[in-house]
């Protein structure tokens, strides 16, 4: 079992930058792929950020691809999601999710059904 809880959420203007921080609990951490996803009002829970268990590889969308980077510190459990250059759509509820995804294509990493954890979010709000 593995409980995540994520903080770092906040107001920001456009332009700003914001770090989640996503704290996981149990000793198998290093052991997860882990991925971030996002959720605007009246919209699907779509897929942002994700990295491999050893951290050796890392897959983004389209959409926030050069302006946010994945990390992960498994010797602290955590994982972490760097925003910079924020827009008013990144606006959105963001969770953190762990996986025992063993694949090595962006396919797996952004389907939702390949988590078997989830945080309960954190709020990011950009102001245009």
């Known amino acids: 079992q593995v409980q995540l809880v994520e903080s770092g959420g906040g107001l920001v203007q456009a332009g700003g930058s914001l770090r989640l921080s996503c704290a996981a609990s149990?000793?198998?951490?290093?052991?997860?792929?882990m991925g971030w996803f996002r959720q605007a009002p009246g919209k699907e829970r779509e897929f942002v950020a994700a990295?491999?268990?050893?951290?050796?590889?890392?897959y983004y969308a389209d959409s926030v691809k050069g302006r946010f980077t994945i990390s992960r510190d498994n010797a602290k459990n955590t994982v972490y999601l760097q925003m910079n250059s924020l827009k008013p759509e990144d606006t959105a509820v963001y969770y953190c999710?762990?996986?025992?995804?063993?694949?090595?294509?962006?396919?797996?990493?952004?389907?939702?059904?390949?988590?078997?954890?989830w945080g309960q979010g954190t709020q990011v709000t950009v102001s245009s």
């Open positions: 999710a762990a996986g025992t995804i063993r694949c090595y294509s962006r396919t797996c990493y952004s389907q939702k059904t390949s988590y078997d954890y």
């Open positions: 149990g000793r198998t951490f290093s052991s997860y792929a």
């Open positions: 990295i491999t268990w050893s951290g050796g590889s890392t």
